[in-house]
Structure formats: C-alpha cells, structure tokens
C-alpha cells in the first residue's frame, strides 16, 4: 500500500519537474472541465421538438411533407424579412421553400434586393409569381410613415413583395440595413405582426420549418427563437471545415447556456432567426447593432438582457432614417442589471438549436472561401483587442495543438507519462467532437484531424486580426467595414 502511493506520488512529482508533462495535464484538465462542466456544449442535443408523426416516418425532411403539423387560423402573424445580395443562383430552390410553408397562421414575406447585380429582384418575383398561392404586391421602398391594417387577401394566400433599401448610410452595415428598411416597410403597409422571421436568402426551409419555430417560441415562452441550420457539407473542405466551425461555435456560446434564462450567454444564429415584436420594439429595433458584423449574437445579447427602461423614446423609433446624425444606440454588450427582481428569471427567455433539416446552400468549395468566412470577423469577436488574440493563440495551442504533439513526442522521446497524458487528451477531444462528426454523417476518424483543422482556424484569425490593423475590416460580399475602436 505505501509502496503504491509513494509511486503514484514519485509519478506526480515527476510531472512537476517535468515542463512538458505538466503542460500536458494542463491540456489535459482544460479538456477535462470542457467535456463535464462546459455546458455540455458538444452533446448537440439542443433542437426544436419534434411534431407528431405517422407511424415509421421519418423524423426530419423526408417526413414533412407527408406528414401535415396541427396548426389553427389562430396562430400568430409573421412577416418574413429576407435580405439578398446577388442571390440568383439559389433563389430557385430557397425562395420556394420559403413561400411553401405550411403555417397555419397569416404569413407575408418581403425580399429586400440589397444592390444585387445579378437580378435577385427581377427572379424573386418572377418565380413568386409562378405559385399559385402567393399573390406579388407592390410596397413602395420609402413607405415607412404611419403603420396601418393590413389589407384582405384571399384567404389561403400568401403576401410577397420585393423592394430595394435606400442608399447604405454611414455606421450600418449592408445587411441590417436591409433588414431594418426592410421591416419597416413591412410593418407600415401590412400592420404589426405577432413575430418577425429573419432568414438568410440562401436557406432551405423544410415545409414545416416556421409553424415549429412558431410553436416552440410561443409554447415555451422564447422571445427568439433561433436555428444554427446545416451548413453545406459536400466538397472535401466543407468536409473538414464545415463540422468543426460548428463544434468552435457551439464551444464558445454552449447552447443550453444561451437556453437557461439564469445564465448570462447570449447567441443566435443569423440564417434563421424568430422574433417577438414586442421585443424588438423593447430593444430599439435593428439599429440597436446596426454597426455589428456579428449581427446575430449582438442582436440576442440585446434581446436577453436589455430592460425596457432602458431604452428611451429615441433608440425606440420604427423608423431611423429621421435620427442617423444622432448619436448611435448603445452597443449591444450592455451589461445586464446586477439586480434582478426575484420574481423572475435573471435574463429574458431565447432559445437556440441546431437543425438538420433547414440547411443552407451556400457553398464553400475551397479553402479560400472558407477562410474568408472566418477571417470576415474573427478579430471582431475578440473585440479588436490585441490583447483577446494573444490570449486566443495561446488557448488554443494549449487546447488543441498539445495533445497531439505530446502523444507524439512522448513515443518520440520515449516518455511514457507525456505520450499518455497526450494520448488521453486527444482521445477526450476525439470524443467531444464524435456528436458534430455524426451530425454532418462524417466519420469518427476525422475528429484525429481536429487539432490541423483548428490551426487553420487560428492562421485565419490572425490573419482577421492582421486585415483589420491594415484598414480593411470585415468584408462581405463586395462591400468592407473598417472599424476602429
């Protein structure tokens, strides 16, 4: 017995003395806390509850438009806002799938064409135009005055129109813009709805995608509701790439953690998002983060922790054309109040999940293009603090570059302890990223590559953080914003 312990206490000592072993167990600690502690942000079990099925159908896509959702008249009314920058090429796919929803409530849908050059506004109505049940409207792209009640349609019809935002001005960003003209356009000519939808012009909703996001925000008391949808998975980088982007995203915002109204995290995903208008209106509206390229986190940073007393008549205006000299809203990071009542919750109720059946089709086929999906605004969520990024580079070769490199060297050097403290550490990460692999129906093997694939996405971040100390900001989609804080 003293025998044993003295060499279990002769094994730690000796990791002590040694720095590589102790940098090893470090890792291997970090891990440790990731996997029990961290949330459980790698399980990916956060999804919106399933609707009732037939017997042996499927659960996801292939079911849905075999089995109808029970919906009433009485659901709520939505109005879906979709932003589109030169679009064309999956309009036909997308915006069909949007204009085919099975929604039991009143649905109208308004594509604000952001200076596209390929035609995105002439395609989306001519194929609306095609449905029989959607009937194309005309809104004036300026009619953002009084709000009014919206006119009759027949009853099984669906409301599109398409306009176009009035020139970007300074301190917004092309999307939100064209979403805050968008919805107040919206709400001037067909009156406020119960909930506004965000989507991305590039996703593929399932036939059944907003009655449940609907049913779930308003079953659960969510004011947003949000779907990290499948990301494009096809080529050998997306391959790579794509299922580890998810992984780091659900690490740094653990989704029950932005779930729990008793946790300050805060996140949403962009392509999907399903708003109370109330809450909108309680936040200032979209201009709230006018100038944040990482509009969606911001915009449910805003949502869950922002008081309706704090926001004045001002920021609280539909329509921010009259006040762009003003002085811009607060930024988004406001820090909730230390001293919520305690009758309820500390933060406001959101929800986040991922899905496997609302997809996008933006296609990343390269290296490049994936690259320029994280270097558009890593260094913006470090908050362009030099400081962030050193702290950033230095976690993660400590996460995800030791392990390996200690499992090797060890067997290289002939260092029992160093390559098995390594070998368990990457064999802990392997696992925490077997749910994602599985996810995006990618085998168990690729999770070894995981520490390769995060260099990646560090040499990316420092090159964001490098583009951003050159003036050029984030870019996307031909236009660049250069922020200096």
Not at 6 to 16: N, S
Not at 339 to 347: G, I, V
């Amino acid at each position: 017995m003293v025998y044993g312990v003295g060499l279990i206490l002769g094994a730690l000592w000796g990791i002590v003395v040694d720095p590589l072993s102790a940098i090893a167990l470090l890792s291997l600690l970090i891990w440790v806390m990731l996997l029990l502690f961290w949330g459980r942000f790698w399980c990916g079990t956060e999804r919106l509850p399933t609707p009732m099925l037939s017997v042996g159908a499927d659960r996801d896509r292939r079911a849905v438009s075999e089995s109808p959702v029970s919906s009433t008249r009485t659901d709520p009314s939505v109005i879906a806002v979709v932003p589109a920058r030169n679009e064309a090429e999956v309009l036909p796919e997308t915006l069909r799938s949007l204009l085919s929803q099975r929604y039991g409530g009143r649905l109208r849908v308004l594509l604000v064409d952001d200076g596209s050059t390929d035609g995105t506004g002439d395609l989306a109505r001519e194929l609306a135009g095609l449905l029989p049940d959607v009937t194309l409207m005309a809104i004036d792209d300026r009619e953002t005055g009084d709000r009014h009640q919206p006119t009759a349609s027949p009853e099984n019809s669906l409301e599109f129109a398409v306009i176009s935002p009035p020139p970007l001005p300074q301190g917004w960003t092309g999307k939100l813009w064209a979403l805050d003209r968008g919805i107040a356009a919206a709400r001037s000519h067909w009156g406020d709805p119960d909930y506004i939808w965000l989507t991305d012009a590039d996703i593929d909703h399932p036939p059944d995608n907003l009655q449940r996001l609907v049913n779930h925000a308003r079953d659960d008391r969510r004011e947003l509701v949000s779907l990290m949808v499948r990301l494009r998975c096809q080529s050998l980088w997306e391959r790579l790439m794509v299922p580890a982007f998810i992984f780091f995203f659900q690490k740094l915002y653990p989704f029950p953690w932005v779930n729990d109204p008793n946790n300050a995290m805060a996140a949403a995903a962009g392509g999907c998002i399903l708003l109370q208008t109330t809450a909108l209106d309680r936040i200032g509206g979209i201009g709230c983060v006018r100038e944040a390229l990482i509009d969606d986190c911001a915009l449910a940073w805003a949502v869950k922790h922002l008081e309706p007393d704090s926001v004045s008549a001002a920021t609280a205006s539909v329509d921010p054309l009259a006040d762009l000299q003003a002085k811009p809203p607060a930024d988004s990071q406001t820090k909730p109040s230390t001293q919520p009542p305690a009758d309820r919750p500390s933060y406001r109720r959101i929800w986040l999940g991922l899905s496997h059946s609302t997809r996008s089709l933006r296609p990343y086929d390269s290296l490049a293009s994936l690259w320029e999906m994280v270097a558009r605004t890593a260094y913006t969520q470090l908050n362009y603090s030099p400081i962030l990024l050193g702290g950033t580079i230095l976690g993660m070769i400590l996460v995800y570059l030791v392990p390996p490199l200690s499992a090797i060297g060890g067997i290289a050097w002939n260092m029992p302890q160093l390559a098995i403290i390594g070998g368990l550490t990457w064999g802990g990460m392997v696992v925490a990223y077997r749910p994602t692999l599985r996810s995006y129906e990618q085998p168990t093997i690729v999770g070894v590559l995981l520490p390769a694939i995060a260099s990646i996405y560090l040499f990316a971040t420092i090159d964001s953080a490098w583009r951003h100390w050159r003036g050029r900001g984030g870019a996307w989609k031909g236009r660049t914003y250069a922020k200096h804080p």
